[in-house]
């Protein structure tokens, strides 16, 4: 794929046509998507759907749409990208495992899909055509995140808004009358501490985080993969905190008191980027995900690492600690999958790294990538775009 032409590249998996190719055959190596429209904003996608943003707000979506998360009004599938109808223009875009996201350039936010969970913030279960979340009338909203049954925004004013799936903490909100929400279909503020004013928030499987204006991170939810920087939760003994029901500060001086200026969410890892291009990740390892490798790596024989066949606990497939990965550093362009992330560096490399079974990785194999690895098939061209799903990418 290279930029000169302006041709669309998409690899992974493919069981919901959302690779944007005509069908529904998983791919090991980037392959050109067809017809594609010019002036592409970014690219991003869900559990098994995709969504293509262009610079004049026009949003295009394929894939997965048994929850009407394509927007179209219907609930069945598509293998090539359609314009959604109907639709005012989009500023940014977001996707969960099954709902769709998107904000207007006036703030105004829209949303369709599975609300099976409250996380679309509308009464009815299944959602097929954006509708607006009128909770946030009168209110701008700056960033949005979707995560696999939860949604997360940030007002004008820095504040952090949640809604949808709460049973681990992920809302953000201290508990009515002791009890912890499972479920919540409007909107409400998170507890941040007084004075904090956000600007960015991400949204994982069962935990969240937001990053405020001063560079700080604040990271909720649950801890079981020790997303939340604070050690590995271990159920049979008991040791470790399972979950953080309130935001909770990260030491800058884990960050060697540099500013964190961006922040990404798989569904149980966490990415930071620092105010002098350092990258740190930290949470689970089993797929290589957080880009480097651990002591049980290490200590792993060659077949094992091949295969993926070792026995691993969950205190050292994680990694609670944020860790530089030294080959990240200064990346133009990050994106997290569920379990695998990909990266378009200063020199205009593509790497991709952690959970590789459909071929995510686009090595040609479907060996988890333990550390990041250029992206085969692009040679000649210079990724411009990257944007990744829950097991799929595509390059522009």
Known sequence: MAASSGCVCSWGANSYGQLALGHKEDQLLPQMVKNCPDRIKCILGGGGHTAMLLEGGELLMCGSNNKGQLGLGHRRDLTKLVQIPDLPPMQMVACGWDHSLGVTPMGDLYSWGSNMYGQAAHREKIITKARKVETFLGKQIIAVSAGLRHSLAVTGDGKVWSWGSGKRGQLGRTPAHGSLAENSDKPEMVDMPDGVRCTKVAA????????????????????????????????????????????????????????????????????????????????????????????????????????????????????????????????????????????????????????????????????????????????????LLVGSGGSLLLCV
């Open 204 to 383: 994982g499987a069962y935990h969240s985080a937001a990053l405020s204006d001063e560079g700080i991170l604040y990271i909720w939810g649950c801890n079981r993969r020790g997303q939340l920087a604070e050690g590995i939760f271990v159920p049979e003994s008991g040791e470790g905190k399972d979950m953080e029901l309130t935001p909770k500060q990260i030491d800058p001086s884990v960050f060697g008191d540099r500013r964190v200026t961006d922040i990404y969410s798989g569904w149980t890892h966490m990415l930071a980027v620092l105010d002098d291009g350092s990258v740190f990740t930290w949470g689970r390892n089993d797929y290589g995900q957080l880009g480097h490798i651990t002591e049980d790596d290490k200590n792993a024989t060659q077949e094992e690492q091949a295969n993926d066949a070792s026995e691993y606990t969950d205190e050292n497939i994680c990694c609670a600690t944020p860790t530089e990965v030294p080959s990240l550093k200064e990346c133009r362009q990050i994106t997290c999958g569920s379990e695998h992330s990909l990266a378009i560096t200063a020199d205009n490399r593509l790497l991709a790294w952690g959970w590789n079974e459909h071929g995510m990785c686009a090595d040609g194999t479907e060996t988890n990538v333990k550390v990041p690895k250029q992206v085969l098939g692009l040679e000649g061209g210079s990724p």
